[in-house]
């Protein structure tokens, strides 16, 4: 059974410019949350999406953008890059069951703005 | 003040040692609190998750949250030097997202 894999493992961009990360959910799973996770603090919540829809966000600017297709994977967009935009980014899959949701991550992007 | 506090040491402990990862929280509406075990550049690994006041035990591994006190801890008996790891405390107000400590840093030493 495969878990939650990201690509790409490493990325280097240089400021403004735009990227894309994916996410492929683990096998039944059809929730997609994304995290950013700056060196020596704990994942960030950037939003989460359900049924290709946004369900909820945290509080990053409207530079992160995200989707999720039919088959639940998503990608994570982030236009005008900064240099503090430099971080780990996580994703994270679940399935509500039982009226909660435990969500698993994948190994995370690194992403260095030069 | 940070909705979750964690106290990002490094702890060192010798092995065999037993080990002892708190959190503290301010928000009442939290109801689920878990323990993610991150290895250095991976991403982090679920080790327990428990939705009320008491103990949750898996093996080496025991989970306990005081909700009165908005207080949780996770310890590791017979600590081995692959546990050496940061140790990361999340939580939840009910859906959606998860809430985290800044990670506690653990060597294990042989």
């Known amino acids: 059974d495969a878990g939650v894999t990201q690509s790409p493992t490493h990325l280097i961009k240089t400021r403004g410019q735009q990227v894309t990360l994916r996410c492929s959910p683990k096998s039944g799973h059809d929730t997609v949350s994304w995290y950013q996770q700056a060196l020596g603090q704990g994942p960030q919540f950037i939003f989460q999406y359900y049924e290709e829809e946004e369900r909820q966000r945290g509080n990053f600017p409207d530079r992160f953008s995200g989707h999720q297709f039919p088959n639940y994977s998503s990608e994570l967009n982030v236009n005008a890059l900064l240099l503090g935009d430099s971080a780990l980014y996580l994703c994270?899959?679940?399935?509500?069951?039982?009226?909660?949701?435990?969500?698993?991550f994948g190994p995370g992007t690194r992403l260095t703005v030069l | 003040q940070k909705e979750v506090e964690q106290d990002p040491g490094p702890l060192s402990v010798p092995e065999g040692a037993i080990v002892s990862l708190n959190c503290t929280y301010s928000?009442?509406?939290?109801?689920?609190f878990m323990w993610y075990r991150q290895y250095s550049r991976k991403g982090p690994e679920l080790l327990m998750y428990t939705y009320s006041s008491g103990n949750k035990e898996d093996g080496r591994f025991t989970a306990q949250v005081d909700k009165s006190s908005k207080y949780i801890s996770l310890f590791i008996r017979d600590s081995q030097p692959s546990d050496s790891a940061t140790y990361l405390c999340a939580m939840q107000p009910g859906t959606y997202k998860y809430i985290f400590g800044t990670g506690t840093r653990l060597k294990v030493l042989a």
């Open positions: 994270a899959s679940s399935l509500f069951l039982a009226g909660r949701d435990t969500q698993y």
């Open positions: 928000n009442s509406a939290f109801q689920y």
